[in-house]
């Protein structure tokens, strides 16, 4: 285990439903990130979190909301999702101090939207 | 200039052989490149990752070979085994940032 644990490990959620994914990171990290993955496309990161600050939005739809309460928890808030964001969703926390920023990832969430 | 270029997308060798998975970037600012392993449904682990200011790095079966004038770099895995099927990523960052830009992974099998 990568010590980045994420709940739930699968949902299926309809188009009007409103569902949240939990990121939980035991490693002291202060930075966290979501990203977004799909077959055959880079990992998308979606937003950064550096010490519960948010530093990053890659043009995400307002249908994802971030929330980081503290260094050690992230959340993301989904509403009226679209089939096309099925897709697996996966954490990651790093350091920020020094030169390296090694990202650890979780196991992500296998996301469907019927 | 942000792209990093991954290929191939898919490779199956027989076990014993030495897979070669190639990334190539353009942003010459970018000093730090890991690669990432990642079994299904398992998120991305670090494997091995190298800066600029080396042209080769070994880490147990896993090389990393890079090429700064030409701006590549590969992931060599020797004596390759049925465990080692996963996909691949490369990944490249700026200094100062903690954002990875990665490519599109590589699909590794390995035949028993």
């Known amino acids: 285990e990568t010590g980045v644990t994420q709940t739930p490990r699968h949902l299926v959620m309809g188009m009007t439903n409103k569902k949240s994914l939990k990121c939980e990171q035991h490693?002291?990290?202060?930075?966290m990130y979501w990203y977004k993955q799909s077959a055959k496309k880079p990992l998308e990161l979606m937003f950064v979190?550096?010490?519960?600050?948010?530093?990053e939005n890659n043009s995400v739809p307002s249908r994802f909301s971030p929330e980081c309460p503290n260094s050690s928890h992230l959340f993301l808030h989904l509403h009226t999702l679209q089939p096309e964001d099925s897709a697996l969703y996966l954490c990651?926390?790093?350091?920020?101090?020094?030169?390296?920023?090694?990202?650890?990832f979780g196991p992500g969430t296998r996301l469907t939207v019927t | 200039q942000q792209q990093v270029k991954q290929s191939p997308q898919s490779l199956i060798v027989q076990k014993g052989g030495i897979p070669i998975i190639n990334c190539a970037y353009e942003?010459?600012?970018?000093?730090?490149f890991p690669w990432y392993q990642q079994f299904p449904g398992k998120g991305p682990a670090l494997l091995i990752a190298?800066?600029?200011?080396?042209s080769e790095k070994k880490e147990g079966r896993f090389t990393i070979s890079f090429n700064k004038s030409a701006k590549q770099f590969s992931l060599h895995i020797m004596d390759s085994q049925p465990g080692d099927s996963a996909t691949y990523f490369c990944?490249?960052?700026?200094?100062?940032?903690?954002?990875?830009?990665f490519g599109t992974g590589t699909r590794l099998k390995v035949l028993a």
């Open positions: 990651a926390s790093s350091r920020t101090g020094g030169l390296l920023y090694e990202q650890y």
């Open positions: 490693l002291g990290h202060n930075a």
């Open positions: 979190y550096n010490f519960k600050e948010q530093t």
């Open positions: 942003n010459t600012a970018f000093d730090y």
């Open positions: 190298i800066r600029p200011d080396v």
């Open positions: 990944a490249a960052s700026r200094p100062g940032t903690y954002k990875y830009i």
